[in-house]
């Protein structure tokens, strides 16, 4: 039995310990999410923040074959959309968009129930800002992309995003 415990023990510490941010601060957080934040709550802009970790393989390829890329950034800036990557473990101050009240990063994680990585939120300016969407996962470019022009054409609160893609991208 207490052999059985030192392995339960061992493993338990090695899950936390691959899960937690290794205190670095890696290319996908260099960028302050606060005044992209700000200028979407200012500029009424539709807001996604990506919650991600240091150590997750699913956010570095997120991050690498989606959000860093030209086209992507491109995209959103189009479709009057801000894109934040937010530290889960992060301690920046940052203002929370449905509250409009600062916190930490990781206070923001959870206050959003954020509990796997990258999780993506949606905020809506035209409804003060509240999520509207919540996708726990990777999106791949074609369908985020997809998703930009859903939210800049003004349908997503008309019909259904498969609607739209199926409707050649009109309401």
């Known amino acids: 039995m207490a052999k059985l415990l030192k392995i339960f023990l061992v493993i338990l510490v090695l899950v936390f310990t691959a899960c937690k941010d290794s205190g ?3 290319e996908k957080f260099k ?11 200012k500029n009424k802009k539709y807001l996604i923040l990506v919650f991600e970790s240091e150590s997750c393989k699913y956010c570095d390829m997120l991050n690498r074959e989606v959000l860093f890329q030209p086209d992507f950034k491109q995209k959103a800036k189009e479709n009057n959309v801000n ?5 889960v473990y992060g301690d920046r101050k940052i ?4 509250t409009k009240q600062k916190m930490e990063e990781s206070a923001l994680a959870v206050a959003n129930r954020v509990y796997s990585y990258p999780t993506i ?3 809506d300016p035209n409804q003060d800002f509240k999520v ?3 996708q726990n996962g990777v999106i791949m470019k074609k369908d985020f992309i997809n998703f930009l ?13 498969e609607e739209f893609i199926n409707n050649g991208k009109k309401c």
């Open 24 to 26: 670095k601060t890696s």
């Open 31 to 41: 960028e302050d999410p606060e005044p992209i934040i700000q200028d979407a709550l």
């Open 83 to 87: 894109v934040a990557i937010i530290n």
């Open 95 to 98: 203002t929370d968009p449905e």
């Open 121 to 123: 939120l949606v905020y």
């Open 132 to 134: 509207v969407f919540r």
């Open 149 to 161: 022009e859903y939210l800049g054409s003004g349908c997503y609160p008309k019909v259904e995003f």
